[in-house]
Nanobody
Framework: QVQLVESGGGLVQAGGSLRLSCAAS????????MGWYRQAPGKQREFVAR???????GYADSVKGRFTISRDNAKNTVYLQMNSLKPEDTAVYYCNAFVDGVRPYNYWGQGTQVTVSS
């Protein structure tokens, strides 16, 4: 069973920065991609950022230029650096690991709360 453990969430003022971490219980090379999603109160979970084993990255339009996803293969950890935070970034952020193949599968972390005050 894969475990994804997020950390780094908290309360920050608008314009501030936070760095989220997601530590996996096995080599992140075993996943085709890892990413971050978020869910604000009363809203559906939405895609934020993704990074593949080939280090290709993708971002939601709402965070482009402000958020950066990266990975440390030696530590089996993926990061999300969030700069210029806005109140609308307030949400629970979830780490995701995707395995492609005959039976594609998504693993999820428990989530970490990010609150941006105005």
């Amino acid at each position: 069973q894969v475990q994804l453990v997020e950390s780094g969430g908290g309360l920050v003022q608008a314009g501030g920065s936070l760095r989220l971490s997601c530590a996996a219980s096995r080599s992140i090379f075993s996943f085709n991609a890892m990413g971050w999603y978020r869910q604000a109160p009363g809203k559906q979970r939405e895609f934020v950022a993704r990074i593949t084993t080939g280090d290709n990255t993708g971002y939601a339009d709402s965070v482009k230029g402000r958020f950066t996803i990266s990975r440390d293969n030696a530590k089996n950890t993926v990061y999300l650096q969030m700069n210029s935070l806005k109140p609308e970034d307030t949400a629970v952020y979830y780490c995701n690991a995707f395995v492609d193949g005959v039976r594609p599968y998504n693993y999820w972390g428990q989530g970490t709360q990010v609150t941006v005050s105005s």
